[in-house]
């Protein structure tokens, strides 16, 4: 025994060392990522971030040069900081504060300390910087926008906060990251990649030389430049038609499914998200919850799409075999579908036939064409289920998966969505009804009515739509972009129904609005809709709705435009979307009259005001009122 | 040196001894060397001088090995008082090098007179308990060893280097080894125990906590033995709860917070992280950068003169007492590993080496020395990584120093010749 007593120490020692050492080098082993390394210093050399042309060449966004004030707490030496205040423009207490921040992220790594300094403030400080050890000048490129247009699309760019930091190794604190829009999607485009010098210091931090000579050193990246599909001219001109109201305008070209443009209004101007007033700004636009100006309305406003979606029932009807070119139903100023239970119907009444039942806008028609649908197959729900599938073939009812990281995948109903409101087997065709015009539970985005209209326009396919035109000079391979889409609808039977679209220009609810020169095919549609006024659902004055395309035989534009509160289709929306088609295809306007009467829209102000102003107030050019105090008038209004 | 005794060596031992030496070495001159001036001849700088103190070494191994092995047993007494001398002297002529009066210095070169003393002692502790006189169970002959490991101790303590003067507390497992009771063992066990225990937990705790233990166990043996007196746990007790209490009252009153840092440092009892912080910048300095740099190494190391915190000297005294963290930082968990298994092959050799010896003179100085390189090795390697409190002892064969690789040269190497020498003994 006494003989093994040093023996097993010996043992003992030898393992509990082995597993300290595992401890230490095996199971926390280093991450390998040399700037987490106190010997080595890494010096970043940022690459310039690709510029945005829009689809004729036309610069939107370059940069600007700006200069970053970093600092590094472990090196600073003590300083006058009644000077360095000076200089840097900021009070003692800020210092301070902003010195303590910035050491407890951390003390050796370098944080920004007073961000964005124009050229003046630059060039005063440049020379004294080196007076302030563990301070130097950070330069950085800040993004330049040409027009004052196209926020929505184009996102901005601001610093990491530490979610991003978290989720993304790339970055390091102080470092700007696209935000929303085209910045967002195509962040790592057109960033590039940052270069990297690692130098070898000492424990006194001072510099050695290169890190093993610059082995691990890398060269920066250069940002991709982006062409993207929105017309400039078109989009400006969108913007300025939108003025005063709030809605959207989704345009693209059938063709390829290149938006054209994208307007959300009301919108502001881009130049505001830049540089130290960024933040600032940000919160004032972000915090307006009555007019939401970063509210992209043309991807994210969900409304019922209205007589529009009657296209689409057209098409289904069509498809499905139940009615024909030449079907016809008598129209007495509504549909009778129940005991109690009738819909009303603004087209004039008389016969109707799918081409005047299209142009007039007529509820009872597509009523009696939506029941037959459902009400061919043996049980509501086999009806529902294969209705359901035409209209998400349009791209309904899901995320289109176009190229901005906005979205939403709108409502198509399903059985089982009814099954869940009605019980399982307990409701048919007719109380779904409010589907065949497109009201009731159907919900879609502007962006997806553009689609549904593109779609119609060729005839049965569409292409996703996107954004993106080339990246670097080369057009996008992308095969979700540059494949066709089908739908579930043969070509044959979208003739009547684009027939009845453009006589809807001819003989219907738009002709006073008419393109001279274009062919247009159009629907009108109003949406109702409402808000909550002291905790009371309260009706406001018709979204107006209008989707289009043009020209008929040759589809060049599709466009869906909303305003909100607009009222008829044809009066705002319709107009907007005619102005332009025209700008589009002729790129000039000859309707000046069309053009005078959009923009003359202080009403739209006033409209706003109503549910806010606290007063009674009418609806609807004066057809309803909202009493204050008294409950509202809740009959059931009903589409042109 | 006749062929007889290049036979009987103990090749392996000697194979591991150049290993270390090498190894050693090289990473010597991975912390010190600089870009400007890498020859490896340059005896301006550490590990130029470190490659002439191994030259010499050479010599002086083949000076002890050619020496009648009986001259080491005739002269211990003589070698243990003259080194005994050597550390007195240090009093009057002494040469005081960061803080320490431990050197002599020679123009401009400077030796170490306690590196020396450890082989001496050795010796001199060897010779006297294979003395058929000694009886180490009697009192008497026990306090007389005591006073062959504590002399030199008592003399390397004021220069001051505790580190150095704890090395001879080894000399206790050959005590052991040869028959001490296991009581004085026991005794220490309990006392470490109680030391750690009054810091993390408090007086009062432990003095609660080993009444309960005691109450208990006394209760066990009344029930088999009806006549157990209870006297003897009242001492136990009372002994502990004094030496509880002194440990509190040294540790309060008489450290100073450097020291209380240390141990807090050790034994994690500092919870406070901005406090953890600034003990991490001064006292425990030496220890967090040697850890990182080590656990920086992952599993096969930077790679050789890679070591970003080697070059960037992170680690203070890296090529002497933390040459060890180098090694964790270029060569990972692979080479580290095998430095350990090395040196635990060696001391677990030189056990068996001397457990095999036929005189008792050689066998107990090869326990003294593999009890000494062992000290040497738990301590430094446990203070570099980050196990135990700092201590400042070389890493044998491995730091930067020339008296320091001698002695343990002529340590291991007396031992070598007389394990040669052991059938001699017979004729």
Not at chain 1, 280 to 306: C, H
Not at chain 2, 276 to 294: D, F, H, M, P, V
Request: charged share 20%; with cysteine.
């Amino acid at each position: 025994m006494r003989k093994l007593l040093l023996s097993s120490i010996i043992v003992i020692v030898a393992i509990t060392y082995i597993g300290r050492l595992s401890y230490l080098q095996v199971l926390n082993p280093p991450t390998g990522n040399l700037s987490d390394d106190t010997a080595i210093k890494a010096i970043y050399d940022y690459p310039e971030r690709g510029y945005i042309y829009d689809r004729n060449g036309k610069l939107l966004v370059a940069n600007q040069p700006s200069y970053d004030v970093m600092v590094i707490p472990r090196d600073v030496k003590p300083l006058d900081t009644v000077e360095f205040c000076k200089l840097l423009n900021i009070t003692k207490e800020d210092f301070i504060k902003k010195y303590n921040q910035t050491k407890r992220y951390s003390p050796r790594l370098p944080s920004v300390f007073v961000p964005q300094l124009s050229k003046e403030e630059y060039a005063v400080l440049q020379e004294k910087m080196r007076k302030y050890e563990g301070f130097y000048i950070q330069k950085r490129s800040l993004r330049y926008y040409s027009e004052a247009t196209a926020a929505n699309i184009l996102g901005y760019i601001s610093e990491v906060n530490e979610r991003d930091l978290k989720k993304h190794t790339y970055y390091q604190s102080g470092e700007l990251i696209g935000r929303q829009g085209i910045e967002e999607q195509y962040e790592e485009t057109l960033r590039g990649r940052k270069g990297v010098k690692y130098i070898q210091k000492d424990r006194f931090n001072r510099v050695i030389g290169p890190y093993k000579n610059g082995i691990a050193d890398t060269l920066p990246i250069q940002g991709k430049d982006i062409h993207l599909t929105i017309d400039m001219d078109l989009q400006m001109y969108g913007e300025k038609l939108m003025g005063n109201k709030r809605g959207g305008i989704v345009a693209l070209d059938p063709k390829s499914g290149e938006l054209l443009s994208l307007v959300s209004a009301p919108t502001y101007d881009p130049a505001l998200l830049v540089g130290r007033k960024r933040s600032k700004n940000y919160t004032k636009l972000y915090y307006d919850s009555i007019a939401k100006p970063t509210f992209d309305r043309g991807l994210l406003a969900m409304y019922p799409p209205g007589s529009p979606f009657k296209t689409l029932n057209a098409l289904i009807a069509l498809e499905e075999g139940v009615i024909d070119e030449n079907s016809s139903i008598r129209c007495s100023h509504g549909y009778r579908y129940g005991r109690s239970a009738f819909m009303g119907c603004h087209c004039g009444g008389g016969i109707r036939k799918l081409n005047n039942g299209i142009y007039n806008s007529c509820n009872a028609y597509f009523a009696n064409a939506y029941r037959k649908v459902i009400e061919k197959y043996t049980t509501a729900e086999e009806g529902m289920n294969v209705y359901e599938k035409h209209l998400k073939s349009f791209g309904l009812g899901n995320y289109l998966g176009y190229d901005l990281p906005n979205g939403k995948k709108g409502l198509i109903p399903s059985s089982k969505y009814y099954d869940r409101a009605y019980g399982k087997k307990r409701w048919f065709a007719t109380n779904t009804i409010s589907n065949a015009i497109g009201q009731g539970e159907v919900l879609t985005t502007p962006i997806q009515l553009a689609n549904m209209t593109a779609a119609i326009a060729n005839r049965g396919f569409y292409y996703t739509p996107h954004v993106i035109k080339k990246i670097d000079n080369q057009y996008i391979q992308d095969e979700n972009y540059i494949k066709p889409k089908q739908t579930t609808i043969k070509r044959e039977h979208f003739e009547p129904v684009i027939q009845g679209m453009y006589d809807v220009y001819n003989k219907g609810t738009a002709n006073w609005i008419q393109i001279p020169g274009i062919s247009i095919a159009g629907k009108t549609g109003t949406a109702e809709n409402f808000t909550k006024i002291d905790g009371q659902k309260v009706q406001l004055t018709d979204h107006s709705i209008f989707v289009a395309f043009a020209p008929v035989e040759d589809p060049k534009i599709a466009i869906a435009v909303f305003v909100e509160n607009g009222y008829w289709g044809s009066r705002w929306a319709g107009r907007i979307a005619g102005l332009m088609i025209e700008k589009y295809i002729k790129g000039e306007i000859t309707r000046k009259d069309m053009e005078n009467f959009v923009l003359n829209d202080d009403r739209f102000i006033e409209e706003y005001e109503k549910p806010l102003s606290g007063k009674s107030f009418t609806i609807n050019d004066g057809q309803k009122s909202y009493i204050k105090h008294t409950t509202s008038d809740n009959s059931l209004t009903i589409n042109e | 040196m006749n062929n007889k005794v290049i036979q009987k060596i103990d090749w392996a031992t000697i194979l591991v001894y150049f290993a270390l030496v090498f190894i050693g070495w090289i990473n010597i001159y991975s912390t010190t060397f600089t870009d400007q001036n890498p020859s490896v001849f340059n005896l301006a700088q550490p590990y130029g001088k470190q490659l002439l103190f191994i030259g010499l070494s050479l010599f002086l191994i083949i000076l002890i090995l050619s020496i009648e092995a009986k001259f080491y047993e005739r002269f211990s007494s003589i070698i243990y008082l003259a080194s005994l001398v050597s550390l007195l002297g240090l009093f009057l002529f002494g040469k005081n090098i960061n803080g320490a009066t431990s050197w002599y210095a020679f123009g401009g070169n400077t030796i170490q007179p306690s590196e020396f003393a450890k082989a001496a002692t050795a010796l001199a502790l060897a010779k006297y308990l294979s003395d058929i006189q000694t009886n180490i169970n009697k009192l008497k002959d026990q306090l007389k060893a005591f006073l062959i490991i504590i002399a030199p101790a008592l003399l390397i303590i004021p220069q001051p280097d505790p580190g150095s003067a704890l090395v001879y507390a080894s000399l206790f497992f050959v005590l052991y080894r040869e028959g001490l009771s296991p009581i004085y063992l026991f005794i220490g066990l309990i006392a470490i125990l109680l030391f750690v225990a009054t810091l993390i937990f408090s007086f009062k705790t432990v003095i609660i906590s080993s009444f309960i233990i005691l109450l208990f166990s006394f209760i066990l043996k009344k029930r088999r033995n009806k006549r157990t007196s209870p006297l003897m746990f009242l001492v136990i007790l009372v002994a502990s709860a004094a030496f509880s209490y002194s440990v509190s009252f040294i540790y309060e009153n008489v450290f100073e917070q450097r020291h209380r840092d240390r141990f807090s440092l050790w034994l994690r009892l500092e919870k406070d992280p901005e406090k953890l912080e600034e003990i991490r910048k001064t006292i425990g300095y030496n220890t967090y950068q040697s850890e990182s740099a080590i656990g920086s190494g992952g599993f096969f190391g930077k790679g050789y003169l890679e070591g970003t915190r080697t070059k960037g000297d992170f680690v203070p005294e890296q090529h002497t007492d933390y040459i060890f963290s180098t090694v964790g930082e270029e060569w990972g968990f692979a080479g580290s590993a095998l430095v350990v298994l090395l040196f635990s092959f060696l001391l677990l050799r030189l056990l068996f080496l001397a457990e095999r010896q036929k005189s008792e003179f050689s066998r107990i100085y090869g326990y003294g020395v593999a009890s000494i390189l062992f000290i040497h090795f738990a301590i430094n390697v446990g203070m570099v990584i980050g196990l135990l409190p700092t201590i400042g002892i070389p890493l044998p064969f491995f730091s930067y120093g020339g008296s320091g690789l001698w002695g343990f040269t002529i340590l291991l190497f007396i031992f070598i010749k007389l394990d040669a020498n052991r059938i001699n003994e017979w004729m």
